[in-house]
């Protein structure tokens, strides 16, 4: 396993869930350089792209998380993060986060968020 999310769950809307994401094999020895970010699909629909963190920290968020969702990246413990605040019933779908380098990519396995009004 190279990527493997966690943190998905239920929540009330108006709630908040932190989403992580760890690297392991080869992938963590290759950490620092990759670009990252997560995605998300929502039954029926296509999976969209939610935020992304380049690997000098720059952030970059569609529209309808801006504001409410932070990426994060820990770079010593090999680790994404999306901090969700603000949880509407449209934020629920499956995220998985996704890393980059040299058209070399990588998904992780997705966790499944759900929220609630």
């Known amino acids: 396993v190279q990527l493997q999310a966690s943190g998905g769950g239920l929540v009330q809307a108006g709630g908040s869930l932190r989403l992580s994401c760890a690297a392991s094999?080869?992938?963590?020895?290759?950490?620092?350089?990759?670009?990252m970010a997560w995605y998300r699909q929502a039954p029926g629909k296509q999976r969209e792209l939610v935020a992304r963190?380049?690997?000098?920290?720059?952030?970059a968020y569609v529209d309808s998380v801006q504001g409410r969702f932070t990426i994060i990246r820990d770079n010593a413990r090999k680790k994404l993060y999306l901090q969700m605040n603000s949880l509407k019933p449209e934020d629920t779908a499956v995220y998985y986060c996704?890393?980059?380098?040299?058209?070399?990519?990588?998904w992780g396995q997705g966790t499944l968020v759900t929220v609630f009004s």
């Open positions: 963190i380049t690997s000098d920290r720059r952030t």
């Open positions: 996704y890393a980059e380098r040299a058209g070399d990519n990588h």
């Open positions: 094999g080869t992938i963590s020895s290759t950490f620092n350089p990759l670009n």
